[in-house]
């Protein structure tokens, strides 16, 4: 799977945006416009369900990052789920696991939002 599929539900105040395929400089710029959107109507609660992501970039990463930063100055976060192994560790040698809470469950995430 080359391209990124990018699902979205609402669960009350809380977006779902469902991730299947690669994540990297050709589609995180849709991600990008995809969280951004959310983020300037005011939906500022996102989780982003990552169980279908083979594959993780810099640009990637820089793009979850960025929305984290955007989210959490309007009164909401951005956290991640049901990451891969191969994507956790990508996040875990370059630091990021730290900046983002990250849980294996939509439950655990949703809990405090």
Known sequence: MSELQIKHTEQGSIVV???????????????????????????????CEMAGVTYIASAGIGTLKANLVDAKKNGGDLRLVALQKEVQDVFDVLGFSKLFVITPDLKSAASGM
């Open 17 to 47: 945006v469902q991730l299947a395929g690669k994540l990297d400089a050709k589609t995180a710029p849709r991600l990008n416009e995809t969280l951004k959107g959310f983020i300037g109507t005011g939906k500022t609660k996102i989780i």
